[in-house]
Antibody, heavy 119, light 110 residues
Framework: QLHLQESGPGLVKPSETLSLTCTVS??????????WGWIRQPPGKGLEWIGS???????YYSPSLKSRFTISVDTSKNQFSLELNSVTAADTAFYYCARDADSSGSFDFWGQGTLVIVS | QSALTQPPSASGSPGQSVTISCTGTSSDIDNFNYVSWYQQHPGKVPKLMIY???KRPSGVPDRFSGSKSGNTASLTVSGLQAEDEADYYC??????????FGTGTKVTVL
């Protein structure tokens, strides 16, 4: 069974850089034909897709967020990562990593999510 | 790219049906058959319930069904059960490797 787990700091200071990692187990990113994505959800609010990455390193981002986020992949560690620079309080959210089942935004396996507070 | 529009709330009695709408534009829902629906219980992770407009992942009860007409997609939950009380989000492919989520609907089982 595929399992995803986010890791990273739960508290980040304004203007600093947020870095999160998603570790995949029960399946290989390198041998998969899926995209892997990041989604965030401010407490009490809706879901927002951030971006997705393929094992080749090919990435695509939400047009409204593109300039601030960077997604990368390390197939040797079976991980993919998210970096967000110059964080503000508006970036406080639960951050989820997930697998895109059909390369069209259907995320079928999700991590448990990690709450990042900017303060 | 604006979020897809969903009603804030919907409700129904046990055994009844409830339908949630998800309105987009000609750039997303109307142009692609890549609409998904997610169920999220409080404090839990979103769960994929419908993908590619009408398809159900393995394990999702057939009480959940999806459809689309023009720029509006719908999720229908038939035979409402207490455990169906949750937030529901739609999403759609919007072209050029872009996805957009809906604003979310809270379903209450009366």
């Amino acid at each position: 069974q595929l399992h995803l787990q986010e890791s990273g700091p739960g508290l980040v200071k304004p203007s600093e850089t947020l870095s999160l990692t998603c570790t995949v187990s029960g399946g290989s990113i390198k041998r998969s034909t899926y995209y892997w994505g990041w989604i965030r959800q401010p407490p009490g609010k809706g879901l927002e897709w951030i971006g997705s990455i393929f094992n080749s390193g090919s990435t695509y981002y939400s047009p409204s967020l593109k300039s601030r986020f960077t997604i990368s992949v390390d197939t040797s560690k079976n991980q993919f990562s998210l970096e967000l620079n110059s964080v503000t309080a508006a970036d406080t959210a639960f951050y989820y990593c997930a697998r895109d089942a059909d390369s069209s935004g259907s995320f079928d396996f999700w991590g448990q999510g990690t709450l990042v507070i900017v303060s | 790219q604006s979020a897809l529009t969903q009603p804030p709330s919907a409700s129904g009695s046990p055994g009844q049906s409830v339908t949630i709408s998800c309105t987009g534009t000609s750039s997303d829902i109307d142009n692609f058959n890549y609409v998904s629906w997610y169920q999220q219980h409080p404090g839990k992770v979103p769960k994929l319930m419908i993908y590619e407009v009408t398809k159900r992942p393995s394990g999702v009860p057939d009480r959940f069904s999806g459809s689309k007409s023009g720029n509006t997609a719908s999720l229908t939950v038939s035979g409402l059960q207490a455990e169906d009380e949750a937030d529901y989000y739609c999403s759609s492919y919007a072209g050029r490797n872009n996805y957009v989520f809906g604003t979310g609907t809270k379903v209450t089982v009366l």
